[in-house]
């Protein structure tokens, strides 16, 4: 499917300050799995729950995947443990968790599930076999959790506002695939109905364990008080999603996966091109614009955080909505789509990725196929024929945005990343203040581009009809650089067009871009360096699979607001 519409340039979208305000939208991983769960009537049953008193022990779900010849089956498995207060921190140095969970391919039996019992809470330092597929822990958030089971407990249900400050009864600390630790390839999913695509698997078990704090707090409310408790009201556990914290362990995936995010952010700007090209709005769709306009306003409204930079871009992006709203609703119809995006050209990167979110929501007929084509074989061959001059020109066009920085100047070289001894988790060190300088991670391409942009300009001056392989002999240790740059050179959005290594770079916007196409909301930065995120917040239940799903989820608010 192509659209006629040119797309958004790479200059623009690929700074920082764009990729650190984007939003889920229709082609995010949770939503895209939920459309597909639905649509297929996925079958999903607790077949093992085994508590006690205290809400620890094991819990077993199965699912059924509906299709022929025969059903494709998968377990997931949580494993709920007493751990005292001071164990439970996010961090990843962390031992214990309140629960650890699996998702495993094909129905567990009792003696895997006690293989798993053994392994599953040790988490990073058990022993998996490929019948796993995805491998994650997360703890309570003990303010929520307490205050929802006293609440059910006593016969009524929680206070929806309190909820709104904290959505979610769980936080996820890490969601391992792909590989990690002996679990399963996702070569090997690919070849599954159910999670062929990037992430599904995991989103998939993150969503199961959102039904296991549901089904849990709702056990220990009626243990409490056989008599007299109540379950969770479905409006409001919809409303309670999945918490998750991410440090700066999710940033360098997409520095040494360009091939992928240029996937993943050219599909995005594809599916805004095709909405642009659509033409004038009707009527219908233009109510629905205004709609959800006004729910991204109170949205955004209900946002809680810690972080004053956060909060200060919240701010402004209230007041942008507010004045959009005041001054342009209701909109007429045949209103030109360009014209809207105009409308808040002035407007800040996070005001103007919520327009570009809700547009993408008007047209599922045009952006929801696209959400399959987020995968990407990667593949990063050397041409060493090439003439270098014509390398050279390639970097001048592609990374002039790299070209302009002055790497002499102290701010520009700042940082350095490296990777912890204890987790070879990454770090960040300030390069004037810091040792460890010597076991920087490759995250300076902006630095070694114009580097080597300099060398091969040197090299020409004496030899001007090169190749690459002749640079390459006296250069080897820039065969990785020069590989890269070829490969990606019909890629646009493959590279961050920025210096990840200046005294102004803020990690978290690389946080915020990667979770985004996951399917996250309520951005909460902890510091620059970490933040906490919620993911399938108003998404629907495991006990709505088969009901009517109108997808209708996005920009979930509080059920008091309603």
Known sequence: METKTPLRPPEQVMKLSRLGAFHQTRISFVRSLLRKVMAENWQIERTGWDLNAGGFGTAVYTLSVPIQPEPEQYSVVFFSNDIPDEKRTDRVIAEEWDVAFVLCEGI??????????ANVPKQEVGRYLPYVLVLSRANKSTRNFSAVLDALSAGKQPDPAQLAKVGYLYRTTAVYG?????????????????????????????????????DQVNYLAKLKNPSGAVELDGEIARYLGVGNATGLGMAPFIVSHPALLHQWVNTREKALGLVLHSG?????????????????????AEIETIHELQEKKNRMMLAELSDLIDQRL???????????????????????????????????????????ELNCQESYDLRPE?????????????????????????????????????????RLGNRYEEEGQEKERPLTMARDITCMFMGIQAFLDHSPQATVIDYLMAHPAERGLIRRIQSLSEKPYA????????????????????????????????????????????????????KPFADDWFWPVSPAAK
């Open 108 to 117: 567990v039996t009792e003696e895997q599930v006690e293989e798993l019992r």
């Open 178 to 214: 792909n590989g990690k630790f002996g679990i399963a390839d996702f070569a090997k999913l690919q070849q599954t109905q159910a999670f062929d695509v990037t992430f599904r698997a995991q989103m998939f078990a993150v969503w199961m364990v959102r039904q296991f704090s549901l």
């Open 280 to 300: 004038r709005c009707s009527a219908e769709i233009a109510a629905r614009f205004e709609t959800l306009l006004l729910r991204a306003r109170q949205h955004v």
């Open 330 to 372: 209701p909109i007429p119809p045949n209103t030109n789509w360009h014209d809207v995006l105009a409308w808040v050209a002035e407007d800040s990167a996070e005001c103007q990725e919520v327009i570009v979110s809700i547009l993408l929501e008007l047209y599922p007929d045009l952006v929801n196929p696209l959400a399959e």
């Open 386 to 426: 090439q003439p270098l001059a014509e390398l050279k020109k390639v970097i001048a066009q592609n990374y002039s945005w790299a070209l302009e920085i002055d790497f002499t100047q102290r701010p520009n070289n700042q940082w350095f990343w490296y990777s912890s001894a204890d987790k070879e988790e990454p």
């Open 495 to 546: 590279e961050i067009q920025d210096n990840l290594i200046a005294a102004d770079c803020l990690p978290i916007d690389l946080l915020r871009c990667k979770l985004s196409f996951f399917g996250a909301s309520k951005f909460d930065p902890r510091s620059n360096l970490w933040v906490r995120i919620t993911l399938f917040q108003g998404a629907p239940l495991v006990s709505d699979i088969g």
